[in-house]
């Protein structure tokens, strides 16, 4: 198999796998989205130890460990992650399925923000229609739900601060995991010590089975993003542009098909916004791919004939 045809396959296999998330976090009830969080972060760095282990991988621990400004950024991308993951679960398991598919449709506009008021960036037309139409689709949602979609914003903005953090950090995924979720360890052990000396814990209480699903919180955290790291080298970044929205679909379609959310046609028109928002982003995103691709190949084509010149 090329590896091109293998990156987009690890890239639908983790966008699936978060788009299917809706349908595991209640499997865990009546943990609450704090326990699971918890449990989600120590059994994620099993997880990836696990991995590490079998791969002999850890020359790059001294090299990190003597990079403060490294740990200090992937540190900041563990708190954003932790406010994303804990503001997921809390709204699957609270019948907001559909919001929480929002957060992830706006977060590639929230990026485009992020890109102009951070990185300075310059904006072409269709961004600005683009964003225009997100910021709309907002005010509408928001008149619909009688108030800010603030899981859907904590959701985009969140994941947004991540990816910018993570980026500046330059570390690869699994590594980066392994210290995101170490910084979490700590925090995470001492509230399940917490609750199991107050009696409120369910780790244990609910079955052998309740407790096997905690624990494989960590196997599904850890395998999608290791597959998005295998994709993101093997793919163009315009491919990922696209796959990315897999993931927020199947969101939408459990909320809607599967929770049985409402949705009133003042929620249809925003959401429709939203979609209009992300074609006119995906189309001037394709359409810049294309043109960068080709200036290179007439930039190639060029330079033989420079040099006979």
Request: glycine letters at 8%; one cysteine or more; aromatic letters at 12%.
């Amino acid at each position: 198999m090329p590896d091109s045809r293998r990156g987009i396959f690890y890239g639908i296999a983790a966008y699936t796998m978060w788009g299917l998330f809706p349908l595991y976090w209640p499997l865990l009830k009546p943990s609450g989205a704090i326990e699971i969080l918890a449990h989600r972060m120590v059994w994620s760095l099993v997880v990836v130890a696990v991995a590490l282990a079998v791969r002999r991988h850890w020359s790059w621990v001294k090299q990190l460990f003597r990079q403060p400004a490294k740990l200090g950024l992937l540190t900041l991308a563990a708190i954003f992650v932790t406010v994303n993951w804990g503001t997921y679960i809390y709204a699957v398991n609270s019948g907001h399925v559909v919001e929480s598919a929002l957060g992830y449709f706006i977060n590639p506009l929230v990026n485009v923000l992020f890109g102009v008021a951070l990185l300075r960036e310059r904006l072409r037309p269709l961004q600005w229609a683009a964003v225009g139409f997100g910021a709309l689709a907002v005010l509408v949602l928001t008149l619909d739900y009688g108030r800010l979609p603030w899981v859907a914003l904590t959701l985009a903005f969140s994941f947004g601060i991540y990816g910018l953090v993570k980026k500046r950090a330059n570390v690869e995924a699994t590594e980066s995991l392994a210290i995101e979720t170490l910084v979490l360890l700590l925090p995470a052990i001492g509230y399940l010590a917490w609750l199991q000396t107050t009696g409120t814990a369910t780790f244990g209480q609910e079955g052998a089975g309740h407790a096997l699903l905690l624990v494989a919180g960590g196997l599904i955290t850890a395998v999608p993003l290791i597959c998005f790291g295998a994709a993101a080298i093997r793919v163009p970044l315009s491919t990922i542009g696209l796959l990315q929205y897999i993931a927020p679909i199947l969101q939408f379609a459990c909320g809607v098909l599967i929770a049985k959310e409402t949705m009133p046609p003042s929620r249809w028109i925003g959401f429709s916004i939203v979609w209009l928002a992300l074609a006119l982003f995906s189309y001037d995103s394709l359409r810049a791919a294309r043109q960068t691709a080709r200036s290179r190949v007439a930039a190639l084509k060029a330079q033989p004939e420079r040099s006979t010149t």
